[in-house]
């Protein structure tokens, strides 16, 4: 039986890679914060091991008898720079020594970011030998982990996945839009520009991680190969403003309003939240660093590289993906069901599984 390790394992993504570890058979170890909420970890019966990514003397005792770690943990939004370099670069460092550090290194697979590589074009999604150019502090961060990790190619079996905006049940990050749209029928773009973006449900980025640690391939020790590093997504690329649309669809309401935004006004929203995160002491996931991300263009990329060497491919389509979120969070008590959703929650939604 294949042991794996998952960092971040109580987040978001991280819990839907623990269910699906285990439906698969394999025996699962989670490192955990003391205070982490284990609540919904806890149905799977994984191993946990209390620690986190900046102390080397947990992630030691996690990695006993582990044949495969699964590196999520890490940071989406922050005070100071510092602190997204402290766990999504210097973290990622100290997880790649402790496994090089073993008799025989376990297979890392690192969850990075589409961010780290940068916005794509007009014209075409990114591939994975595009030169990386992150906009954002997170980005940077998310690419300095890479870089971390491939200092230790040579001794330890390492995979990285950039995945773009990631949604599903239990996402926070994304309850926002949905319950905008849910709600008041309306779904805000930044910019007058049909920029577009790629997306993944993070039932299909875990088994995006689980092919990629048993049949991808290794990175190398030289930051300009693109060996090994895979965008993983569902390939549909609508625009921000077709996003909205579709997930306005899932909630019946088949004529939801976008309302465009000049990209200054998301900078102003933006600064306002930077100054009353610093003063609260909680970032808020739109701030300055975000902003730079909303403002900079379409964010696409392609699995085409995942699925050649993988045979990876999404379960579902990406609007039945989104159906699947929004009924979720109506039946979580997370948004309330719009009157033109209920005929959908009554049985005749053509797209939840």
């Not at 993070?202 to 092919?211: R, T």
């Not at 590093?229 to 306005?248: K, Q, S, V």
């Amino acid at each position: 039986m294949t042991h794996a390790l998952v960092t971040g394992a109580s987040g978001f993504i991280g819990t839907h890679l623990v269910r699906e570890l285990t439906r698969r058979g394999y025996e699962v170890s989670c490192l955990v914060r003391e205070k982490s909420d284990r609540s919904r970890l806890e149905p799977f019966t994984p191993r946990f091991v209390i620690g986190d990514v900046t102390d080397p003397e947990s992630i030691a005792n996690a990695l006993h008898g582990i044949d495969e770690v699964y590196h999520l943990a890490g940071v989406t939004k922050a005070l100071h720079v510092r602190d997204y370099a402290r766990i999504n670069e210097h973290g990622v460092a100290k997880v790649s020594k402790c496994c090089a550090e073993r008799q025989q290194p376990p297979v890392l697979t690192v969850v990075s970011s589409l961010a780290a590589a940068g916005p794509s074009s007009e014209s075409r999604p990114r591939i994975e030998s595009d030169a990386p150019a992150p906009v954002s502090n997170y980005g940077r961060s998310k690419l300095a982990g890479e870089r971390a990790a491939m200092q230790f190619a040579a001794d330890v079996p390492t995979t990285i996945v950039r995945p773009p905006i990631v949604l599903g049940s239990g996402d926070r990050d994304g309850l926002e839009m949905f319950k905008t749209i849910a709600n008041f029928g309306f779904h805000l773009a930044p910019g007058f520009h049909d920029d577009r973006v790629s997306a993944i449900h993070a039932e299909d980025l875990a088994k995006a991680l689980i092919l990629a640690a048993s049949q991808g391939r290794r990175v190398t020790t030289n930051p300009d190969d693109a060996t090994g590093i895979y965008f993983a997504t569902d390939d549909e690329n609508p625009t921000y403003a077709e996003l909205g649309r579709m997930i306005g669809r899932t909630f019946g309401r088949y004529h939801a309003w976008v309302i465009r935004s000049p990209k200054t006004a998301v900078w102003g929203i933006a600064a306002f939240n930077e100054l009353v995160s610093q003063a609260t002491r909680h970032p808020n996931i739109l701030n300055l660093d975000k902003a730079r991300e909303a403002t900079a263009g379409s964010w696409t990329c392609t699995s085409e590289a995942l699925n050649r060497d993988t045979g990876f491919a999404p379960d579902q389509s990406l609007y039945q993906r989104l159906a699947q979120t929004a009924q979720w969070y109506v039946e979580q008590g997370w948004i309330q069901a719009p009157r033109q959703m209920q005929p959908l929650l009554k049985g005749r939604h053509p797209t939840v599984s």
